[in-house]
């Protein structure tokens, strides 16, 4: 199941991908496309292309449109991957053990960037591969500790059975909504597992610090947050929000520095940047010692910044309407 919007010019390249992709006997793929309402004949060439069933929902919000597709599916299992997203040729028969299975079920994977990636994609990369400290490089297979953190509906598969834990995507949220429905599927008993053979590449992969900033404020949300502390009571799959809560401070007790500096003509108080410093940099020495790879350090470093900058402007409300994520990408060339 897709989720679209003004996707035309990746159409081919996915559906070449999905005739190559090896569908385990006894199994039948639908190609299910919900079309947010692109103005770029996305629908349209949809049909051509012989999608199963191509649906049209000018305006509505991501949740709706992966609900609607949800509705629309008649298996006994299901996979989203956005419009933009590639899977290997493997990718269903990988999948396939764990979704026969009686017991509710998710599996995924991060994406990769295309090809081998600019500096940003790589080393987001990395971060997406090692910011699980159960899973690492997930050489043994399948990481089960935390992995809802490591899933979102760039690469999701799950069965029927875990419909009766999470039956829908909260269509509260205007984005999260995949981190959500992970999260609540995992609380309520669900096998989460990141999967290493669950291959796909992201062509839009934030390419520029710019395109990744943008993206990290389009997924920021407030109310995401709230649900998983309501949740969990803070006790898992609040990493995310403790950093942004920490960073936020952080930023705040530097400007005050800084502030303090200039009209007291002293660097002494610049010391109050320190906390910024070292918000950014340790998790950025942490993955880098994770992935063996020094060279990481700053880089992360760069984008950890933007990611908590993302996500502080988003706590404090100065971000309520976002453009979606796909304006973003086609306004600055993703």
């Not at 490591?150 to 995949?178: C, I, K, Q, W, Y």
């Not at 610090?209 to 309501?230: E, V």
């Not at 996500?311 to 100065?318: E, M, N, P, T």
Request: hydrophobic content about 50%; glycine content about 8%; proline content about 5%.
């Amino acid at each position: 199941m897709l989720v679209a919007l003004n996707e035309a010019h990746h159409l081919e390249a996915i559906r070449i991908a999905l005739d190559q992709v090896a569908v385990p006997d006894g199994w039948r793929m639908e190609r299910i496309l919900v079309d947010g309402g692109s103005t770029d004949g996305t629908a349209r060439l949809a049909r051509d292309m012989g999608f199963t069933r191509v649906l049209v929902l000018p305006g509505a919000s991501i949740p709706v449109c992966r609900n609607a597709a949800l509705e629309t599916a008649t298996g006994d299992a299901f996979a989203f991957l956005d419009a933009d997203c590639i899977p290997c040729r493997e990718w269903l028969e990988a999948a396939s053990p764990y979704l026969a299975s009686a017991e509710p079920t998710l599996v995924g994977y991060p994406v990769m960037p295309p090809g081998s990636g600019n500096w940003v994609q790589s080393a987001w990369w990395a971060h997406w591969r090692h910011k699980n400290r159960h899973g690492g490089d997930a050489a043994s297979g399948a990481v089960e500790t935390d992995a809802f953190r490591l899933v979102t509906t760039r690469n999701m598969l799950f069965n029927r059975p875990l419909l009766a834990l999470a039956e829908r995507f909260d269509e509260h949220l205007s984005t999260g909504e995949d981190t959500d429905f992970a999260f609540r599927a995992s609380q309520r008993g669900a096998r989460i597992l990141a999967v290493r053979a669950l291959r796909v590449i992201h062509l839009g992969e934030p390419a520029t610090l710019s395109q990744f900033f943008r993206q990290q404020l389009w997924h920021a949300n407030r109310k995401a947050y709230a649900t998983i502390l309501r949740s969990s009571g803070g006790k898992s799959g609040a990493n995310a929000i403790y950093f942004s809560l920490a960073f936020l401070f952080a930023l705040l007790l530097a400007f005050a520095s800084a502030v303090a500096a200039a009209v007291l003509r002293s660097v002494w108080p610049l010391a109050g940047c320190l906390p910024l410093a070292a918000i950014t940099l340790a998790p950025a020495l942490w993955i880098a010692k994770r992935a063996g790879r020094a060279a990481l350090v700053p880089q992360l470093a760069v984008l950890y910044f933007l990611y908590g900058l993302a996500r502080a402007i988003d706590l404090v409300g100065l971000a309520p309407r976002k453009p979606s994520w796909k304006a973003v990408y086609d306004k600055h060339g993703g």
